[in-house]
């Protein structure tokens, strides 16, 4: 049977391999005669939807920005909120203060922006002359004679108690006294015996003497008994009259001092005109009349202590300002780049009190940015939030319910008696969320109220459109990174070049780059090239050895993976034909750039049921996408071949010397041609790779990474020999996708690589083989083809199939005899 030979399918020309900047089309020798843009390019839709989180003030419109690393994000958004701040919103400042009543609870007062360091330094001069005054008016003649009054009053009642009960103690025969025991001195009844007092403790020494007798004594003794309730009594009388004595003398200082006291509160309460702010001044006047004598004496030495170690006995009048807006300008914009509990919430802080102790108060409050940005805006990264349990969950919480409680952290391990719960502040705070979209998906997948939280997302795009606008915009965002970073200016020549570096960046003839860290990076360093050189102006030959230097910096997996090759221990075959072998294409992500290298595929059948047999997925080693793509091939034969007679055929597909992960379906294309292949029995050219996804119904489909596929294979071939026939088979509409590097675009120039963009399933193997695919006529695919070839393949094993099912039938019938 002559086999029919297959036409010729296009090749590409060396000019569809690159989109070419043509340095005239720039308006400039070099970028020091153009200006840096001033807005943001190519981020229309993520700057509208950013605007419209700042402007609605409603709860809920926090704003999540997501977009890949690099892209622009974070400046921004910076630039963005720089604007926005101008337009000062009203600020307030926070104070915590001592809740006299309950001291476990801090009290929070809230201040006009710069009123609370006047509040503060008020309290203080409050404080300051009352310790002036409350000493003056407590030694006033007219407060001292009534003192004296009080005294000598006090004292007359307290002689005539106990001149009345010594007098009736004198009649009983005993007499009122005081015994010495040990240092101490205390009142006690002595009986009265030879007219003299004697402790009671003598009596056995008398008894000795023969001075009393055991009758005397034990009378003495019960009426000793019988007084001592007497006296118990007279001390509680005594006690009662000290009692009303010094509440006498309480209420005489406090009416002497009280004017002063509430004149000089007044005055304050005048000037703050805040409801919670009278509520503690009425406590601090409470607090000062309850204890006057810190004014005029020592206070007890519970009292906390200072640095100094001295007890401050005015402590609790102090005014802890958590918030101090008096120097903001503007909009408050906090960018946390290190949000942990403490930094973004605040804390409780504790201190030793020396004695192994740890104890903490209101003056320990501390306040964290989300406090700091509020009426403003508080930029955090998404990623740090998870860093720390306990963060996101707190934020959490605060956005549903717009109310800061500052607790102490929870990690903090020192323990104190006590423990304090401060009034909760509003929070007032635009957070924003810088992420990417995959984070974005999770959270709004995973937590159910999150897009309640962050209603607005601004995604920020990774390319743009080159146009003639677009190119002139991207030329001023490079002068713009050359004027933030002190570069030397870049002549036009090195500007196209990095416009081509851009659309490879992008992976697209049609597309440049808006990650512009990477664009960025190649500035610095050709900068750093051209000055080791001593120029004053960076050319084109600076940008590409900065290109070569990076992709050096990152090649040793690349470098290590070619030297395989090279050594012959990965098989690979780039000349000659061989039936159900072929050249598919991976690619390897090396940081900064990805890099491809062809991988040998396989195929064998046997008789069977029509099952594929997919070798990574039994070994564990594909991902969905892979065993999507092998379903489909099983998929196409069934739709192509399976129409008039089962497929009665198993085949196997592997990838070999892979020991990875294999993943996504760019494979499909490689498998079936090595299929058809090896059912037809043609040889497949060694020297074509290939890559494609494919579908049912034989139409192939765009596949990633072109580029480092075609450069890839193009490697391998040049280390074994460029002979003429090598090339590499891709979807046409990858084409628009081609960015290649000067080599392979100059070998295909020179007709010594070849790149063949195909659509359908019948082009490819056609160029495999160079044999005719064939059509489907009614009786079958026309004679001499591939397909009708793998057709009468299918039919042989279908009869063998048969055959053996109908031996084993006779076999079975033969034994039932």
């Known amino acids: 049977m002559k086999l029919l030979k297959a036409p010729k399918h296009r090749e590409l020309k060396p000019s569809e391999l690159r989109w070419k900047c043509n340095p005239e089309i720039l308006e400039f020798d070099s970028t020091e005669q153009i200006e840096p843009i001033e807005g943001i390019l190519g981020q229309d839709r993520a700057l509208k939807a950013i605007r419209l989180g700042v402007d609605i003030k409603s709860p809920g419109y926090n704003i999540f920005i997501a977009g ?53 330094q008020d309290i203080k001069s409050a404080i300051e002359l009352l310790k002036q005054k409350v000493p003056l008016a407590l030694e006033s003649e007219i407060y001292l004679e009534r003192k004296k009054n009080l005294i000598n009053e006090f004292n007359l009642k307290e002689q005539e108690l106990m001149e009345e009960f010594d007098k009736e103690l004198r009649y009983r025969g005993f007499a009122l006294g005081q015994i010495k025991i040990g240092e101490t001195i205390r009142p006690d009844i002595l009986p009265i015996i030879d007219n003299q007092p004697v402790p009671i403790s003598q009596l056995d020494d008398l008894l000795n003497e023969n001075k009393i007798t055991k009758e005397q004594a034990k009378k003495i ?14 001390y509680k009388k005594a006690t009662k009259l000290s009692q009303d004595f ?78 101090d807006n008096s120097d903001t300008q503007g909009c408050p914009v906090i960018i946390e780049t290190n949000p942990t509990y403490v930094n973004l919430f605040g804390t409780i802080e504790k201190v030793t009190d020396g004695q192994g102790g740890f104890y903490t108060d209101f003056t320990k409050i501390k306040a964290g940015s989300l406090l700091r940005a509020n009426g403003g805006y508080l930029v955090l990264n998404v990623i740090h939030l998870f860093e720390e349990p306990g963060v996101w969950r707190t934020l959490k919480r605060i956005l549903t319910y717009n109310k800061l409680e500052i607790q102490e952290s ?51 795009d990774y390319e743009i459109s080159i146009d003639e606008n677009v190119i002139r915009d991207y030329v001023r965002v490079i002068k713009k990174l050359i004027k933030e970073e002190n570069l030397l200016e870049f002549d036009k020549n090195a500007i196209a070049y990095i416009l081509e ?127 999507k793509g092998v379903l489909i091939i099983s998929g196409y034969f069934r739709e192509t071949f399976g129409q008039d007679l089962p497929l009665s055929f198993n085949a196997n597909l592997v ?149 053996i099912k109908q031996s084993q039938k006779g076999d079975n019938s033969k034994k039932k005899k």
């Open 68 to 120: 890949l690393s690099g892209s622009g994000k974070a400046t921004t958004i910076k630039k963005m909120l720089e604007h926005f701040s101008q337009k000062s919103p009203e600020l307030f400042d926070y104070a915590y203060v001592n809740n006299f009543k309950d001291p476990d609870k801090p009290i929070l007062l809230k201040f006009p922006k710069g009123k609370a360091k006047e509040f503060k």
């Open 221 to 234: 003794f019960s009426d000793y008994q019988n007084n001592l309730q007497d006296l118990q009594l007279l």
């Open 246 to 323: 010094q509440e006498r003398i309480k209420t005489l200082e406090r009416e002497n001092i009280e004017i002063i006291v509430r004149g000089v509160f007044e005055l304050l309460k005048e000037k703050y005109n805040d409801s919670s702010i009278h509520n503690y001044l009425i406590q601090v006047e409470e607090d000062i009349l309850e204890n006057i004598y810190i004014f005029k004496t020592v206070k007890s030495e519970e009292v906390p202590q200072s640095a100094e170690g001295e007890i401050d006995y005015f402590y609790d009048y102090q005014v802890n300002i958590i918030l």
């Open 410 to 460: 929870q990690f903090s391990f020192i323990s104190s008696s006590v423990s304090l719960k401060p009034q909760p502040i509003d929070i007032d705070t635009k957070v924003i969320l810088i992420g990417n979209y995959l984070f974005y998906a999770y959270l709004s997948e995973r937590e159910y109220d999150f897009k309640k939280m962050f209603k607005v997302l601004a995604d920020f």
């Open 501 to 627: 570096l851009a659309a490879m960046f992008a992976g697209r003839q049609d597309k440049l780059t808006l990650r512009f860290s990477k664009i960025a990076d190649i500035l610095r360093e050709a900068n750093y090239w051209a000055l080791e050189d001593g120029m004053k102006t960076v050319s084109t030959k600076y940008v590409e050895k900065a290109y070569r230097s990076i992709k050096e910096r990152h090649s040793m997996l690349e470098t290590k993976i070619t030297e395989m090759y090279k050594d012959g221990y990965m098989l690979i075959d780039t000349t000659g034909e061989r039936v159900g072998q072929i050249n598919g294409l991976a690619v390897y992500d090396a940081n900064f750039y990805t890099f491809g290298r062809p991988i040998r595929i396989t195929a064998t059948v046997s008789l069977g049921s029509g099952t594929i047999i997919n070798v990574e997925r039994e070994a564990g080693m594909s991902g969905k996408h892979y065993n």
């Open 655 to 803: 990838f070999e010397q892979s020991y990875g992960m294999v993943e996504g379906d760019s494979a499909s294309c490689t498998e079936i041609f090595a299929l058809l292949s090896v059912l037809s029995g043609l040889p497949i050219k060694q020297s074509i790779a290939v890559t494609g996804s494919l579908n049912q119904k034989g139409d192939v489909q765009p596949i990633g990474g072109v580029n480092e596929k075609i450069e890839g294979f193009f490697d391998i071939c040049q280390i074994k020999g460029l002979d003429g026939k090598q090339g590499v088979i891709f979807p046409v509409q990858n084409i628009r996708d081609l960015m290649l590097k000067e080599e392979v675009i100059e070998a295909v120039r020179k007709n010594k690589f070849h790149l063949y963009p195909i659509s359908r399933v019948e082009e490819g193997i056609e160029i495999l083989t160079g044999v005719k695919a064939g059509k489907k006529l009614k009786d079958g695919f026309e004679e001499g083809t591939v397909f009708y070839l793998v057709q009468e393949k299918i039919k042989e094993l279908y009869a063998k199939s048969r055959q």
